[in-house]
């Protein structure tokens, strides 16, 4: 089976069903349930998610992209400062870059204040952490390639051009 293709299928449509998948893998349904559990199982399937525009909701929602400067440790580099930031459970998404900060932690919360609460008590402090940015998201237009554009909106403000 072309475990790849699955991969790319499911990235794509997570709720795509199993019969349609054997179709366009052509291969059986038992063979394409068991290769999901075995990529489930070594961890390449992480877990299947929801892209939600919180915006057209009544929740109250910030995202926080928090640049963040460490000191790595001998023989672990940043791995042991990156597990202690990622264990918050207010830490979303994070990632070690090159540049000229080492990692960046998007950071969710209720309200502006939690957010900055979070950094200020919690990360800010920890042995490792040599500094901070804080850049709170103010408005989100693509997710995961998913676009969150009001195309009825857009047409209504364009101007009708005649000749």
């Keep these: 089976m072309d475990e790849n293709l699955l991969l790319t299928l499911l990235h794509d449509n997570a709720r795509m069903e199993v019969t349609d998948l054997a179709m366009a893998l ?96 919690k990360l800010a402090p920890l042995e490792g952490v040599i500094g901070t940015a804080t850049m709170f998201v103010l408005k989100q237009y693509k997710n995961n390639g998913i676009s969150f554009d009001d195309n009825d909106k857009d047409s209504a403000e364009r101007l009708l051009v005649t000749p």
């Design 26 to 121: 052509n291969e059986t349904e038992d063979n394409v349930e068991k290769t999901i559990s075995q990529l489930e199982k070594n961890k390449v399937i992480c877990g299947y998610h929801t892209i939600i525009n919180w915006d057209r909701t009544n929740v109250d929602n910030v995202m926080a992209m928090i640049q963040i400067n460490a000191t790595p440790e001998r023989e672990y580099g940043y791995d042991r400062i990156a597990k202690k930031i990622y264990s918050f459970p207010e830490v979303d998404t994070m990632y070690l870059l090159s540049g000229s900060f080492e990692f960046v932690a998007i950071v969710k919360g209720h309200t502006m204040q939690e957010v900055a609460h979070f950094v200020g008590s």
